[in-house]
């Protein structure tokens, strides 16, 4: 008999089904999962396992520029104490920077002799503008006691080291930075503040010229020069490391003990301590993805 009523399934019995953009459905809180909800859970599946030489060797490279910024370190302070002389730092300078092009030479692909004297150019010009720029150097903190001067230098040093890009991920081509970063920007200012604080202790205008030539082609230069050699061979970053970590000690140790304890120990807790806890901190990493994440789109390119 038909009462003229049709049977209506109940909201409650309707079949729960995911909509994306859909709203919400009748019979059901707009938070509602079922039970097939965590089967597509899956943890950690963007954390890689880290390797304890692979990343022992990628400290490397921090370890190696604490080298160099060491030694500029040692050479202000030779300086400062009259050991070194403006002859002596100019030839520093010219080895330096003879060293550094032919390690480019040696190192890259695309070296032309066009680009070559167009970056002689621009050395000749920086080192004219240096050179005229030695005597405001020279007077520049007169007034200000030398306490102050190391202090100051010794934090912007250490800002330095904290913002340095160790990597060059800003160096893409030779000697060209694309897009360099705030942190690498302000790490470099902090680098030429403290060099300029360095110089203006000087007694002579051919000293601060000397001196400031060799502190800026040194940050100007080295970040390049290791950048060249680890993209031309990681074996021969390594041993080059490894023999500027030694000579940076056997300076230090003829400098102070104190101070030659205190460069190991930080050699090591970067290049063993650091990799040890980042290996450990690895096991207690847990990243849980499932539907509930943001949507990714993925297209597929056509040619």
């Not at 912007?156 to 913002?163: C, E, M």
């Amino acid at each position: 008999m038909d009462t003229g009523i049709t049977e209506r399934t109940s909201p409650a019995q309707a079949k729960w089904r995911k909509v994306a953009y859909g709203g919400m459905q009748p019979g059901f809180d707009d938070n509602h999962t079922d039970e097939s909800f965590l089967e597509e859970m899956v943890t950690n599946a963007n954390v890689g396992k880290r390797d304890m030489l692979k990343v022992m060797q990628d400290s490397v490279s921090i370890a190696q520029y604490l080298c160099i910024v060491a030694l500029i370190g040692l050479v202000w302070i030779y300086t400062l104490k009259s050991t070194l002389n403006e002859n002596s730092l100019l030839l520093l300078d010219v080895t330096l920077l003879g060293l550094g092009f032919l390690i480019l030479l040696l190192t890259q692909e695309m070296f032309s002799l066009n680009l070559l004297f167009h970056y002689f150019l621009n050395i000749s010009f920086f080192t004219t503008g240096l050179y005229l720029l030695a005597p405001i150097y020279q007077t520049l903190t007169r007034s200000i006691s030398s306490d102050s001067i190391w202090a100051v230098t010794v934090s912007l040093l250490v800002l330095h080291l904290f913002l340095h890009d160790y990597f060059g991920s800003t160096i893409r081509t030779l000697g060209a930075a694309s897009n360099p970063t705030l942190t690498s920007c302000i790490s470099l200012n902090a680098s030429v503040v403290a060099s300029v604080f360095i110089a203006s202790r000087l007694p002579s205008s051919q000293l601060v010229f000397a001196m400031m030539l060799f502190s800026l082609q040194v940050f100007l230069f080295a970040p390049l020069v290791t950048y060249c050699i680890r993209k031309y061979s990681f074996r021969l970053h390594l041993w080059c490391s490894f023999g500027l970590m030694i000579a940076t000690l056997a300076l230090v140790y003829t400098l102070h003990l104190f101070l030659f304890v205190v460069f190991l120990g930080l050699l090591v807790f970067v290049t063993v301590v650091c990799p040890y806890w980042l290996i450990r901190m690895q096991e207690y990493k847990f990243e849980i993805n499932g539907p509930w994440d943001e949507a990714k789109l993925c297209f597929d390119i056509i040619d």
